[in-house]
T-cell receptor, first 115, second 109 residues
């Protein structure tokens, strides 16, 4: 099956710094990639949808200047959390699909802790 | 608005059968997914229904009724490793995936 990787799997950073998370589709071309955030014991929350070569579409309440998303190729999307704060600590999960009417393939997630 | 409803938590016994229901109201419909998510891990795909009826895959089956806006996930011969959250998600007319809050399934020996 299709594989999506994320890097890093976990990261600890200091408040005020920026963190970049990479999401790669390893064996298919991801026309669309999604970024989710999940707080403990809560469901997935979609942050943004990105199509290759175009600007990401952010969900209501998600600051696009704080969560920078780049989808420069059909196999790579990056999420940069700028000026991170402790409340940004969460589990960030990316997913990708190559067709609009089929499943999203999920990466393993990145656990971010901001101290 | 768009809405997916599923029970917050369910408990079942090892070896038994459990049915997790999901009802939805969305702008259009292009398919319904069930995902399994273990604590601290990303979701994994279980099933996809776009036509009415039952799809069986090993111990797991998923049913869809589009006229009723209803689906269920049936898990048979429950094992302790089935303890997880089960997420129902619907693709709407814009191919946006609308997520339910998930059902936490607790399996007891």
């Amino acid at each position: 099956g299709a594989v999506v990787s994320q890097h890093p799997s976990w990261v600890i950073c200091k408040s005020g710094t920026s963190v970049k998370i990479e999401c790669r589709s390893l064996d298919f071309q991801a026309t669309t990639m999604f970024w989710y955030r999940q707080f403990p014991k809560q469901s997935l929350m979609l942050m943004a949808t990105s199509n290759e070569g175009s600007k990401a579409t952010y969900e209501q309440g998600v600051e696009k200047d704080k969560f920078l998303i780049n989808h420069a190729s059909l196999t790579l999307s990056t999420l940069t959390v700028t000026s991170a704060h402790p409340e940004d600590s969460s589990f960030y999960i990316c997913s990708a699909r190559d067709s609009p009417d089929y499943e999203q393939y999920f990466g393993p997630g990145t656990r971010l802790t901001v101290t | 608005g768009q809405n997916i409803d599923q029970p917050t938590e369910m408990t079942a016994t090892e070896g038994a059968i459990v049915q997790i229901n999901c009802t939805y109201q969305t702008s259009g419909f292009n398919g319904l997914f069930w995902y399994q998510q273990h604590a601290g891990e990303a979701p994994t795909f279980l099933s996809y229904n776009v036509l009415d009826g039952l799809e069986e895959k090993g111990r797991f089956s998923s049913f869809l009724s589009r006229s009723k806006g209803y689906s269920y996930l049936l898990l048979k011969e429950l094992q302790m490793k089935d303890s997880a959250s089960y997420l129902c998600a619907v693709t709407d007319s814009n191919y946006q995936l609308i997520w339910g809050a998930g059902t936490k399934l607790i399996i007891k020996p």
